[in-house]
């Protein structure tokens, strides 16, 4: 039996670990994640010394370099405030993979302690946050892509639909086998391609198919991916960041 999460009541401050593909592609949907939480009166601290969680080369098989990467995030979160992660792939790294990664090293209390303070996005608005939602959007189908990670590592597969249910215009539409990988997988795309490049097929037609004008996701690369392949098809679908989309639909 899985163990219920005991959630912290709201704090004043969160620390934003703002993930690798959000830095370099898709900035928007941090600095939107973040006005979410101030919005909700919660100051945001954003260490800039922050890289890599690690995850690339941890699921790769190097995990000695995936443990020079994760050392380097340690040390930069010492207050005990809680860390937001808009990614559950990033936040089931740091939360589940840290502790066995730091496993009788020197570093294992930190890691552990940094593991227990993880939060993706979505959950924490949901469990910590209480957010209640007035939407202000025009009428739309919309189909929620939930990442292997969020839903897999993190449990987390109703927080962003929950979200998205507060939303009188939105329509959440169900894609057929819509807890299947969208074939992204991190390096997993890079190393068998044709594979990825199948799975992602199979998500884009069950996505078009359910009549969703618009995929939402908490996951960058999940949204990269099958955006991309709805934009190499020439397709309408768009995909958005679940912050994004929950901050333009309530601002």
Known sequence: MTPVKCYPPKPEKVYFFGTCLIDLFYPEAGMDAIRLLEREGVEVLFPEDQTCCGQ??????????????AAAQLGLFPEPWPIVVPSGSCGGMMRKHYPQLFAGTDLEAQANDV????????????????????????????AMHTSCSARREMGLAETGPALLGQLGGVELVEQERAAECCGFGGTFSV?????????????????????????????????????????????????????????????
């Open 56 to 69: 690339p080369a941890y699921t790769s098989g190097y995990h000695d370099e995936a443990r020079a990467v």
């Open 115 to 142: 593991a227990g303070r993880i939060h993706e996005l979505t959950e924490f608005l949901v469990h910590v946050c209480h957010l209640q939602l007035e939407d202000r959007g025009e009428p739309e189908k919309v």
């Open 191 to 251: 190393r068998h391609p044709e594979i990825s490049g199948a799975m992602v097929d199979d998500k884009a037609k069950a996505i078009e198919a359910a009549g969703a004008a618009r995929f939402v996701t908490s996951d960058c690369g999940c949204m990269m991916n099958i955006g991309g392949r709805f934009e190499q098809q020439k397709k309408a679908v768009k995909g958005e960041h679940i912050a994004s989309y929950l901050w333009r639909r309530t601002s």
